[in-house]
T-cell receptor, first 118, second 112 residues
Framework: AQKITQTQPGMFVQEKEAVTLDCTYDTSDPSYGLFWYKQPSSGEMIFLIY??????QNATEGRYSLNFQKARKSANLVISASQLGDSAMYFCAMREGRGSGNTGKLIFGQGTTLQVKP | NAGVTQTPKFRVLKTGQSMTLLCAQD?????MYWYRQDPGMGLRLIHY???????AKGEVPDGYNVSRLKKQNFLLGLESAAPSQTSVYFC???????????FGPGTRLTVL
């Protein structure tokens, strides 16, 4: 069965430093996608970054990068130069592969709360 | 550009009451989803739809029903609310399987 594991319930980071949020996944499907979402205290779900299982390079979006290690089944989020506004809950999610019969549904991890200290 | 909207934003129900949550998207997306988020947990899929007139069960469908009569709308119904259904409900939509899902702002539901 597909599963996402985030082992860090809470993390602290000093402003302007980099931080890595861990995510491991389990799937037998060779085609899958990995996502990171940010949920600030206001509650909305904000898409950050996406990595496809066949992508050769690690995804990057501004200060966000995804450290994709396929053999280890890990998809860690790296936030560079942390800002106070980065304080939020972060969720790793995985979708099923493409093809007929797939639903596109996302499976979420339990989340990691990040607090950025000034 | 509204994206995905949800109505209402907050609601308090008594046990046994019924209600309908409305999700609307203006992006012409085929796929729509209802998730629930309980404290300290990630989102779990309740029901989903792969097109107008279709619905299917997700991970936690019990106690909920859904309908997709129009492509842009996805309704989530609670026929007889229970305290265990106290949660934040998120609607999401996407254009193609695997593409980024766009989330609504959420509905905070409390069942007393």
């Amino acid at each position: 069965a597909q599963k996402i594991t985030q082992t860090q319930p809470g993390m602290f980071v000093q402003e302007k430093e980099a931080v890595t949020l861990d995510c491991t996944y389990d799937t037998s499907d060779p085609s899958y996608g990995l996502f990171w979402y940010k949920q600030p205290s206001s509650g909305e779900m904000i898409f950050l970054i996406y990595q496809g299982s066949y992508d050769q390079q690690n995804a990057t979006e501004g200060r966000y990068s995804l450290n994709f290690q396929k053999a280890r089944k890990s998809a860690n989020l790296v936030i560079s130069a942390s800002q106070l506004g980065d304080s939020a809950m972060y969720f790793c999610a995985m979708r099923e592969g493409r093809g007929s019969g797939n639903t596109g549904k996302l499976i979420f991890g339990q989340g990691t709360t990040l607090q950025v200290k000034p | 550009n509204a994206g995905v909207t949800q109505t209402p934003k907050f609601r308090v129900l008594k046990t046994g009451q019924s209600m309908t949550l409305l999700c609307a998207q203006d992006m012409n997306h085929e796929y729509m989803y209802w998730y629930r988020q309980d404290p300290g947990m990630g989102l779990r899929l309740i029901h989903y739809s792969v097109g107008e007139g279709t619905t299917a069960k997700g991970e936690v469908p019990d106690g909920y029903n859904v309908s997709r009569l129009k492509k842009q709308n996805f309704l989530l119904g609670l026929e007889s609310a229970a305290p265990s259904q106290t949660s934040v409900y998120f609607c999401a939509s996407t254009n193609l399987i695997g593409d980024t899902q766009y989330f609504g702002p959420g509905t905070r539901l409390t069942v007393l």
